[in-house]
């Protein structure tokens, strides 16, 4: 696959992370496995071991589920004459589903945003300073 051009907002560079795209090319995967990221893009060489996503992806994941959980089990409880323990199958095999499904997003959407900004072993604000691939005007690995 050919590398895309570098992200021109952070918001761009964020939703490459959390499709599981390398997030300065989008030509490569971010992730070699569920949770772990590559250690260097095959397309673009850019290091990922800098990354410092640490708990903030679950955090999200957590949220958004329990945003969108709350309005389902009210209606669940309120509508239906569904018995308490089903509700409670119900709830927990979609909240558990949800959340497992949001993980990996919002890992690769943190990182993203670490390499945009900078953060933790990161250059000082990559994703500002970059050019075309193959090209750079600052120090981005």
């Known amino acids: 696959m050919t590398p895309a051009a570098p992200p021109q907002s952070l918001f761009q560079a964020i939703m490459r992370g959390a499709r599981g795209q390398c997030p300065r090319c989008a030509g490569q995967s971010l992730f070699a496995r569920w949770l772990r990221p590559v250690e260097q893009c095959a397309a673009c060489g850019q290091d990922w071991r800098g990354h410092s996503a640490d708990d903030f992806p679950p955090y999200i994941a957590i949220i958004i589920t329990g945003h969108v959980m709350a309005p389902i089990i009210i209606a669940l409880g309120l509508y239906t004459g569904m018995g308490w323990p089903m509700m409670m199958a119900l709830c927990l095999a ?22 945009w900004l900078g953060m933790h072993g990161f250059a000082r604000a990559p994703g500002r300073l970059l050019g075309p691939i193959g ?7």
């Open 94 to 115: 979609m909240t558990v589903t949800m959340v497992l499904g949001l993980l990996q997003p919002a890992k690769g959407g943190v990182i993203a945003m670490q390499w």
């Open 135 to 141: 090209t750079s005007k600052g120090n981005d690995t």
